[in-house]
């Protein structure tokens, strides 16, 4: 019996991520008649050449096991999904571009997606469900939560430790951190695109501009 796999979302960025999943399973030698797009309402059957289902309906496949991969950029809502009640058989998917580019002693949660052209270099830990968008890049000795999203182009120097649901847009750049005393951006925090973050950030607050100020507080 065969496993199933498939991406959540068949929007905007679950169609940048449908050919990384294609991609990887022929990597491993897979069909693709194995492949889905996942969503919780259908209203058209096929995007892109791949089927559309309901999440009931992919529960119901008959396989030894099912993987799911959640293409929503949305922090807290990508949480609240993988969050729902599972099946015994319905596992987390990691999916990762072939040429992404992972150095030394890093470690990538489950559920992450890291699309093409980022860079992840030495010794980083990364939580659960990270997204990391094309051209991304993690420096050093970093440390990333859980459910936290890169957009494009964003540049996470060394010694960098972003909590749990940090939302970081388009071509944002955050300098490096200390050893002894890294930089830290926290919580539920949102930076926003362009912006050039050079001190802390506290919890729960959307921070802008060049240098990155709070601009509003999120929580």
Request: proline share 5%; charged share 15%.
């Amino acid at each position: 019996m065969r496993d199933v796999y498939g991406v959540f979302g068949a929007g905007g960025y679950g169609r940048e991520v449908m050919p990384l999943a294609r991609s990887q399973l022929l990597r491993e030698g897979l069909s693709l008649d194995s492949l889905y797009f996942v969503v919780d309402r259908p209203t058209i059957e096929w995007v892109n050449g791949t089927r559309v289902i309901s999440l009931s309906d992919f529960q119901k496949l008959s396989s030894e096991k099912k993987y799911l991969t959640y293409a929503v950029a949305d922090c807290r809502a990508r949480c609240e999904l993988n969050s729902r009640p599972k099946g015994a058989n319905l596992l987390v998917w990691t999916v990762m571009a072939e040429n992404c580019v992972v150095m030394d002693q890093v470690k990538i949660g489950l559920g992450s997606i890291i699309s093409p052209f980022v860079t992840i270099t030495s010794n980083v830990t990364i939580g659960l469900s990270f997204h990391a968008n094309l051209y991304s890049y993690v420096g050093h000795d970093s440390k990333i939560g859980d459910y936290v999203t890169f957009a494009p182009g964003v540049k996470c120097n060394g010694n960098v430790f972003i909590e749990d649901h940090v939302y970081i847009g388009a071509g944002a750049i955050i300098r490096p951190g200390q050893a002894n005393k890294p930089l830290t951006i926290g919580k539920g925090s949102v930076i926003g695109m362009g912006s050039v973050v050079t001190r802390d950030i506290p919890p729960g607050v959307t921070a802008y501009g060049n240098p990155a100020k709070i601009v509003t507080n999120t929580a």
